[in-house]
């Protein structure tokens, strides 16, 4: 018997390596023919950091991306509403990385194949179902060739995503993945170093702003770096959301002309998105909370238990905290129920409030009170809010999100093998 693991995804990939670790047998059911590198940047905590670095990708996440060393909040004026260091500058015991997110799923992929045998992660297979025994889970999976098959396992492990077939058995009745409003429009940009040249940079206001954070180091031979970048207008909820789907590319005209004078001294968006080869657009969509992630020998886990809204950089972070603490619970108590409950209890309540504050625009709310407060346009951020207001939001988001500084370094391994 073994563990099934429903998604090749971040979390998925990172619940094999986990499970191996830990001595458990895994397989990964991935519904793509081929794993490819795609989508654009992300960004890692220190919290997710700390885990591959257990893992043993502490030489490798410079390959696929770029030490973080600032975080920026900037009205619409272009002054610093706040900065702050980031990793190890901010004095956490580990860094935090801006990355590609499919390089990382790469990584991730070629370390289970090494590790693990080829065969431990199953291409063209979709998990569309399951049935919980009392001594077995039952994965009912689809194949790219047409064929329907059952695959037995221990425990089912359900990372399959924001469309998660396994949390809607789950939850037949829930609503469809909840949109507030916002559309992103993503792509990447090679260009000169802004400000450190490892800053992420949110410009704007609550109803529109700009993303950009470098994802490579920079070029010697070009003095130009990979530079991510996401462009956000928010909508009347009333006409519906579009697709909910990352492959969706789009001409640049559908939204550059509303940040056609967004050109500071030090950041042309304007010049940035046209230099893309490409752009993805998406809505930004979370789920309503549920009260539940286990079923039995099945749980859910990152977006198919808790997908939220990208404003904190929580989403591929959680992914991965979330597979080192079911390979805790795993290895405490067993492939059992008994796992995936204690699992469901440490976590359900916390991210369930995530959601819930990432719905509330997160760390990024804080551009409303200046909206409020000025309008967005200030030239001296100290005559509009209290720095010791600032501080204080700030370090309650990052309690809630599991990586306030002191808590973090003094916490233990998520697993110790002793």
């Known amino acids: 018997m073994t563990v099934l693991i429903a998604g090749g995804g971040i979390a998925g990939l990172t619940m094999a390596l986990t499970c191996h670790e830990i001595g458990a047998p895994a397989v990964v059911l991935e519904s793509v023919r081929e794993l490819a590198p795609l989508g654009v940047g992300i960004n890692l905590q220190p919290n997710a950091i700390r885990e591959l670095f257990d893992l043993g990708f502490e030489d490798d996440l410079d390959a696929i991306g770029i030490e973080a060393r600032e975080w920026a909040l900037v009205g619409r004026s272009g002054n610093d509403v706040w900065s702050e260091p980031r990793g190890r500058e901010a004095g956490y015991r580990w860094p935090q990385y801006s990355v590609h997110r499919g390089e990382l799923q790469m990584l991730l992929y070629r370390a289970v194949v090494d590790r693990m045998g080829p065969d431990a992660v199953r291409t063209a297979h979709r998990v569309v179902g399951y049935t919980s025994l009392d001594d077995r889970v039952v994965a009912h999976v689809d194949t790219r060739d047409g064929a329907h098959i059952d695959v037995e396992g221990d425990i089912l492990i359900a990372a399959d995503g924001l469309h998660s077939a396994v949390r809607q058995q789950m939850h037949p009745d829930q609503p469809p993945p909840q949109w507030g409003g916002q559309v992103l429009w993503r792509g990447a940009t090679p260009g000169i170093p802004i400000r450190s040249g490892a800053s992420f940079t949110l410009v704007g206001s609550m109803d529109q702003r700009f993303v950009h954070y470098p994802i490579s180091a920079v070029d010697p031979q070009t003095g130009l770096q990979l530079q991510n970048w996401i462009a956000e207008l928010t909508?009347?909820?009333?006409?519906?959301?579009?697709?909910?789907?990352?492959?969706?590319?789009?001409?640049?005209?559908?939204?550059?002309?509303?940040?056609?004078?967004?050109?500071?001294?030090?950041?042309?968006?304007?010049?940035?998105?046209?230099?893309?080869?490409?752009v993805w657009e998406f809505p930004m969509v979370d789920r309503d909370p549920v009260d539940r992630w286990v079923d039995g020998r099945v749980c859910l886990v990152g977006d198919a238990a808790h997908v939220m809204y990208p404003v904190g950089s929580n989403g591929a972070s959680q992914a991965i905290v979330d597979a080192r603490v079911m390979g805790a619970k795993l290895r405490?108590?067993?492939?059992?129920?008994a796992a995936l409950s204690?699992?469901?209890?440490?976590?359900?309540?916390?991210?369930?409030?995530?959601?819930?504050?990432?719905?509330?625009?997160g760390p990024v709310g804080i551009l409303g009170l200046v909206d409020e407060r000025c309008g967005g346009i200030f030239d001296n951020i100290d005559d509009v809010i209290p720095r010791a207001e600032v501080e204080a939001y700030m370090a309650n988001y990052k309690a809630a999100a599991g990586f306030a500084i002191e808590a973090l370094n003094a916490a233990p391994p998520t697993i110790d093998l002793g």
Do not use: Y
């Open 235 to 278: 909508f009347d909820t009333a006409d519906g959301a579009p697709s909910s789907d990352w492959n969706a590319q789009v001409d640049i005209d559908k939204f550059l002309p509303a940040f056609a004078d967004w050109n500071f001294d030090w950041l042309d968006i304007p010049a940035l998105v046209e230099g893309a080869p490409a």
């Open 332 to 337: 405490s108590h067993g492939l059992c129920e």
């Open 342 to 361: 204690a699992f469901e209890r440490d976590l359900l309540e916390d991210m369930s409030a995530l959601v819930l504050r990432n719905r509330g625009h």
